[in-house]
């Protein structure tokens, strides 16, 4: 079956530092990859996501390339913001029959918390 | 473009009361719609999924079901609510067909469900 593993949390940071969220998959077939981020009370928005091996998504200063060869999908920022405080959740689809297939499987979620 | 709107937004019910969560999608046509729930403000778990209207399949077997009586319609329900039945509940939406963004989902802004 399809599964995520992402980098237990939380991570506590400080502004500007450099933020690593490590997000691992196992798939039948050929995955697209996501992040979604989640602010406090609210719904999950897309961050990034990529459709391919070697594709990097991007979005606001965050970055994830997609690693067939290692299996990963690495969250990453060179510089984060208080507002940058939400959880953040990797997320796999696998598409069936060349069809729209949207049934997504989530990690468990790590909950990020910047300082000034 | 598409929106999608759940609600109510909060809700607190006894223990043994009815449940209904409403969520409607706009601009889009036989999207997929999927119910989530996340417990503990943390990981997301597939309740239900449908790819058109009256189709609806369960992931987990639970006291809860779920009805799409209109193309864009889901209804989340429940005869008696129990206390494991708290949670944050998302609704959401995928393209299909042709459409895209493809196995993106689009997430409902959430209600929040206290059984007392």
């Known amino acids: 079956g399809n599964s995520v593993t992402q980098m237990e949390g939380p991570v506590t940071l400080s502004e500007e530092a450099f933020l690593t969220i490590n997000c691992t998959y196992t798939?039948?077939?050929?995955?697209?990859l996501f992040w979604y981020v989640q602010y406090p009370g609210e719904g999950l928005q897309l961050l990034l996501k990529a459709t391919k091996a070697d594709d990097k998504g991007s979005n606001k200063g965050f970055e994830a390339t997609y690693r067939k060869e290692t299996t990963s999908f690495h969250l990453e920022k060179g510089s984060v913001q208080v507002s940058d405080s939400a959880v953040y959740f990797c997320a796999l689809s696998v598409s069936a029959g060349g069809t729209s297939y949207g049934k997504l499987t989530f990690g468990q979620g790590t909950i990020l918390t910047v300082h000034p | 473009s598409q929106t999608i709107h759940q609600w109510p937004a909060t809700l607190v019910q006894p223990v043994g009361s009815p449940l209904s969560l409403e969520c409607t999608v706009e601009g889009t046509s036989n999207p997929n719609l999927y119910w989530y729930r996340q417990a503990a403000g943390r990981g997301l778990q597939l309740l239900f999924y449908?790819?058109?209207?009256?189709?609806i399949s369960s992931e987990v077997p639970q006291n809860l079901s779920a009805s799409r009586p209109q193309d864009r319609q889901f209804i989340l329900s429940s005869k008696k609510l129990l206390l494991s039945d708290s949670g944050f509940y998302l609704c959401?939406?995928?393209?299909?067909?042709?459409?895209?963004?493809?196995?993106?989902?689009?997430f409902g802004e959430g209600s929040r469900l206290t059984v007392l």
């Open positions: 959401a939406w995928s393209a299909t067909g042709a459409q895209k963004p493809r196995g993106e989902l689009f």
């Open positions: 449908s790819v058109g209207i009256g189709q």
């Open positions: 798939a039948t077939g050929y995955p697209s």
